[in-house]
């Protein structure tokens, strides 16, 4: 299975600041990878695919970048309606697997 | 505008079984893979499984964990999505959500989820 590591696990950031979260796949997976949204008690949003393509609807303050094995979350001008947890996802071969969250707190 | 509702959660006892659905609305149901995701209580996420279209005749993927005790089907005439679960075990315990699949190949919308509980 192919082993997917986020960092940080979590990070307090301010109103404003830019924030980056950064994915490690355990071996290459080109760009097939996701990246997701979920606040507390709710359903995971879907933000990214193919490591740099916004899902529809999606603000142009999310972005990411990367390939093959590094892959990072960039979100500008962090808002309050951000913070929440992040989370990456590999989707070159089977089993799907998630990197373990990165939890994003007001400081 | 696409939505996606799971049912059918509960508390089940340990070796019990349970089935989920998902009734989906607002796209073409059987153009899509639709797939199973679960979140433990306080955990992170873990990809349950997948159901291919009917042009990639409904073939099925499924995570270790749950391979052999779980099934995913579909009816496409009744845009619905459903999880047998069986032989249940308290790890099971989670929150299941129903997701879209895009381009073949990665998510796209996810249902709201429903609650499974597995316990004496």
């Known amino acids: 299975d192919i082993q997917m590591t986020q960092s940080p696990s979590s990070l307090s950031a301010s109103v404003g600041d830019i924030v980056t979260i950064t994915c490690r796949a355990s071996?290459?997976?080109?760009?097939?990878l996701a990246w997701f949204q979920q606040k507390p008690g709710k359903a995971p949003k879907s933000l990214i695919y193919?490591?740099?393509n916004l899902q529809s609807g999606v603000t142009s303050k999310f972005s990411g970048s990367g390939s093959g094995t590094d892959f990072t979350l960039t979100i500008s001008s962090l808002q309050p309606e951000d913070f929440a947890t992040y989370y990456c996802?590999?989707?070159?071969?089977?089993?799907?697997?998630f990197g373990g969250g990165t939890k994003v707190e007001i400081k | 505008e696409v939505q996606l509702v799971e049912s059918g959660g509960g508390l089940v006892q340990p070796g019990g079984s349970l089935r989920l659905s998902c009734a989906v609305s607002?796209?073409?149901?059987?153009?899509?893979?639709m797939d199973w995701v679960r979140q433990a209580p306080g955990r992170g996420l873990e990809w349950v499984g997948r159901?291919?279209?009917?042009?990639?005749?409904?073939?099925?993927e499924y995570a270790a964990s749950v391979k052999g005790r779980f099934t995913i089907s579909r009816d496409d005439s009744k845009n619905s999505l459903y999880l047998q679960m069986n032989s249940l075990k308290t790890e099971d315990t989670a929150v299941y959500y129903c997701?879209?699949?895009?381009?073949?190949?990665?998510?796209?919308?996810w249902g709201l989820g429903t609650l499974v509980t597995v316990s004496s």
């Open positions: 997701v879209r699949g895009k381009d073949g190949s990665c998510f796209d919308d």
């Open positions: 607002g796209f073409t149901f059987s153009d899509h893979y």
């Open positions: 159901m291919r279209n009917k042009v990639r005749r409904h073939t099925t």
């Open positions: 071996q290459g997976i080109s760009n097939s």
């Open positions: 193919a490591a740099s």
């Open positions: 996802q590999q989707y070159k071969s089977f089993p799907f697997t």
